[in-house]
């Protein structure tokens, strides 16, 4: 991945942005500078908050990515999985339902989720949830998170 541009945000545009992961995650971000990085070669660009790489726009759509996740504490729009799960989808597969333990009620098809293990509540990877989280997340077959970005992919590894 090759910087095409990068250049500081506006108050406004931190305002909206801030706004809309705090509506969605549950994270109140609190950085000095904020950094838009636009990136070649990807559907995607970065934001840099502080020089850490927290924020992820897939489709101008802001979220938390694996690392700011991590950073923060979220408390919403997460899905949690199994031990038996963890090393698929730290390897970027996608979320079957047996392998989910608890899920966010308020999810939507089409929402960003944050995949988090059970035992130690670290967030392994960003999905799209293809189901609503209203008792549709968990049960016993079925592709129901599509993996979007995990640890040790090409975001989780990009530095600026």
Avoid: W
Wanted: proline fraction near 2%.
């Amino acid at each position: 991945m090759q910087v095409k541009s990068r250049h500081h945000l506006r108050t406004d545009e931190i305002d909206t942005l801030t706004a809309e992961i705090e509506h969605t995650t549950g994270v109140a971000l609190d950085a000095d500078a904020y950094e838009l990085v636009e990136l070649d070669g990807v559907s995607y660009n970065v934001v840099l908050a502080d020089d850490n790489l927290d924020i992820v726009r897939f489709d101008d759509e802001p979220f938390l990515t694996v690392q700011g996740a991590n950073r923060y504490n979220p408390t919403r729009s997460v899905v949690t999985v199994d031990a038996g799960a963890i090393s698929f989808v730290s390897n970027g597969a996608d979320v079957m339902r047996p392998g989910i333990v608890d899920a966010e009620t308020a999810i939507d098809a089409g929402d960003f989720v944050l995949i988090v293990e059970e035992t130690h509540n670290k967030v392994l990877a960003i999905g799209r949830a293809l189901v609503d989280g209203d008792e549709e997340l968990i049960g016993d077959s079925g592709k129901v998170v599509e993996s979007i970005h995990h640890v040790g992919d090409d975001l989780y590894s990009f530095s600026v």
